[in-house]
């Protein structure tokens, strides 16, 4: 039996087919390579020392599933594919309902096809939407999204709920990431945007390597303790460890589950520029420009579900964040390429 990986070429993805391999799994990676390089699997691969069969497709190409499913026995599947930048989501909202939304039921339509039922879904803390409580707690309804990236992360969650109301055998867990940065201790894989980088890390690390300039900090009078906004960054290996404790847990659960996974503790955008000269030993030059539009002033996990029912927590803190992004950025000045 194998795991299939949509989207496992990508970011987090990666790093959780090496966590699979690692740990002895046979994974069947996905991918459409929209935005990621063959290169990270050729890596995860050689990290591991075992290989992951890779089909390059898209998760809304029928033929392509079926035949994936008809080739090979899958238990379960974990879905990262999706687009994922929230202005650009703003300016193309079709493609992103079509490529997020529509994917995911033409994924879940197959695999009932082929009987597989149990299902992991990469969904976001954004779908507490502006007016959650901190820190967001998964008790907290969701919705009141403010883009249609995490209104599409918000509809494929309920999409989740009705098909397991209505078919007992679907066992699904959805992950709600905070802000997920870092990269594998090897400095092998990581994150490579294409284009100017959206992020807060890859933007400083891509100044530390002299890719840009200087780093727009968007707000310095929020009121938050140093007038920037705070989030729960999150290492990607302790994210991609996440993804194995709920393959684990998928048989307990009835129907569909959420978790947040989370550090359950914020920092400033301040704090991570200091965090990050520290490691790098190298001074990033920054500027306070106005607010980003859609900015939350502060949120965090409540973490202590998925510590409780999954067995997860953080292990890695701001300073392996911090070193293993100016690991991977130093090693790999123009990421995969
Ligand atoms: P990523 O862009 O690096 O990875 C997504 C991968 O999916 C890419 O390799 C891309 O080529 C592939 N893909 C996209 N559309 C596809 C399609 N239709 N068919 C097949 N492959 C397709 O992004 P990531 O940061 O690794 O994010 C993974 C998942 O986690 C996404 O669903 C994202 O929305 C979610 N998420 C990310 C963050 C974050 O900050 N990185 C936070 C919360 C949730
Ligand atoms: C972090 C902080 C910025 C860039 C986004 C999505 C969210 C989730 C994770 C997918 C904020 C500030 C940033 C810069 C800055 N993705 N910043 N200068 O916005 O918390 O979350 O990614 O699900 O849905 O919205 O992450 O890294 O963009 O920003 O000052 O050049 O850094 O204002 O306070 P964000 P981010």
Known sequence: MAI?????????GSHTVLALLQRGDDVVVLDNLSNASRESINRVEKLAGKQAVFCEGDVLDRACLRDLFAAHDISAVIHFAALKAVGESTRMPLEYYENNVAGTVVLLEEMRNAGI????FSSSATVYGANAPVP??????IGGTTSPYGTSKLMVELVMQDFAKAEPQFKA?????????GAHESGEIGEDPSGI????????????????????????????PDGTAQRDYIHVVDLAQGHLKALDHLSKVEGYKAYNLGAGKGYSVLEMI??????AG??????????????????????????KELNWRVSRGIDEMMRDTWNWQSKNPNGFR
């Open 197 to 224: 980088p959206n992020n807060l890390l890859p933007y400083i690390a891509q100044v530390a390597i002299g890719r840009l300039d200087k780093l727009g900090v968007f707000g310095g009078d929020y009121e938050t």
């Open 136 to 141: 967001y707690v998964e008790t907290t309804p």
């Open 282 to 307: 190298k001074a990033i030059p920054f500027e306070i420009k106005p607010r980003r539009d859609g900015d939350l002033p502060a949120f965090w996990a409540d973490a202590s579900l998925a510590d």
């Open 117 to 120: 039922y149990q299902f992991i």
């Open 173 to 181: 867990i959805a992950l709600r990431y905070f802000n997920p940065v």
């Open 4 to 12: 299939l990986v949509t989207g496992g070429a990508g970011y987090i």
């Open 274 to 279: 200091k965090a990050f000269e520290k490691a």
